[in-house]
């Protein structure tokens, strides 16, 4: 899809904020040009991910533009065990997760989370996606997933900025300090805080914990997107490879459970997805 002689004021404006990251794009830790950024709000939490993607702009809008695609993306995060899409408020699309506390804990243990769904398209050089929800479980509200996508002069490249963010009320803060300072005093982010003596020290906390959810969702768009030109009857099982391997690659961050058991959750998800009513 060509760029416009004049970019739209969106598309400039997510352009200006590539132009001002390539230099840290460039230079990422991450092992590929991508950055992860967090940050406490009034109330919540947000983590971002900013990605230079090897793929076509095109075929970005081809894909993050179908709501039908939508589960099948978020269905690769691993705590994510089922996921349809359903009638919002309104009569406009949303998807309905059924998300479990741990990747270990059975489907049955999952709350519902319905995130409504708005794609604008619209425009031949900027792509935006917004899922929300005002409402979410365990004292957690105002969920918020955006990403936006533009096309770059380098044929064949998009930069893509992933938004993950969330409320949360003192109980639903307290359980998450709670479980940060037993189960998950281990647990680290990917912003770096300093230098220690085995190298670099990570972020902790509550952005660290937003930080990790924020790279698990943002690789589940790049998997999708990795997969497209795969042949169909292939595509969800290179998904479910494509994130792993990913998430492999910040075991002190992303690993909690070796690629066999996350497979074999993947195909189970699948298939209960194929024999719903």
Not at 127 to 132: A, M, N, P
Not at 191 to 216: D, F, H, K, S, W
Request: glycine letters at 8%; proline letters at 6%; hydrophobic letters at 40%.
């Amino acid at each position: 899809m060509p760029l416009q002689a004049q970019p739209g004021p969106r598309a400039e404006g997510l352009l200006a904020r590539y132009a001002a990251m390539q230099a840290p794009l460039a230079a990422s830790p991450m092992g590929r040009p991508l950055l992860v950024q967090s940050e406490e709000l009034d109330g919540g939490l947000q983590g971002e991910v900013f990605a230079l993607i090897d793929q076509p702009f095109a075929q970005v809008v081809q894909a993050l533009s179908k709501p039908g695609n939508w589960c099948d993306m978020l269905l690769l995060h691993v705590n994510n065990r089922r996921c349809r899409l359903v009638e919002g408020e309104g009569g406009g699309k949303a998807v309905e997760l059924a998300v479990v506390r741990r990747y270990d804990m059975a489907v049955e243990s999952a709350f519902i989370l319905q995130m409504a769904l708005r794609i604008d398209a619209s425009a031949p050089d900027y792509l935006l996606v917004e899922l929300g929800s005002e409402n979410g479980p365990l004292g957690t509200s105002q969920h918020r997933v955006q990403v936006e996508a533009v096309p770059l002069p380098s044929a064949g490249k998009t930069f893509l900025h992933f938004s993950y963010s969330y409320q949360h009320n003192t109980l639903a803060r307290l359980a998450s300090q709670a479980y940060l300072a037993t189960f998950g005093r281990h647990k680290v982010g990917f912003t770096e805080t300093g230098q220690g003596a085995n190298g670099p020290e990570y972020i902790r906390g509550l952005r660290g914990l937003v930080e990790r959810n924020a790279v698990r969702y943002f690789l589940t768009v790049d998997a999708f997107l990795d997969a497209m030109d795969a042949p169909p009857a292939q595509r969800a099982e290179r998904r479910a490879a494509y994130w792993y391997a990913a998430s492999e690659r910040y075991p002190r961050q992303l690993m909690e459970f070796d690629r066999a058991t996350y497979m074999a959750l993947k195909r189970s998800d699948r298939a209960r997805a194929q024999a719903a009513p």
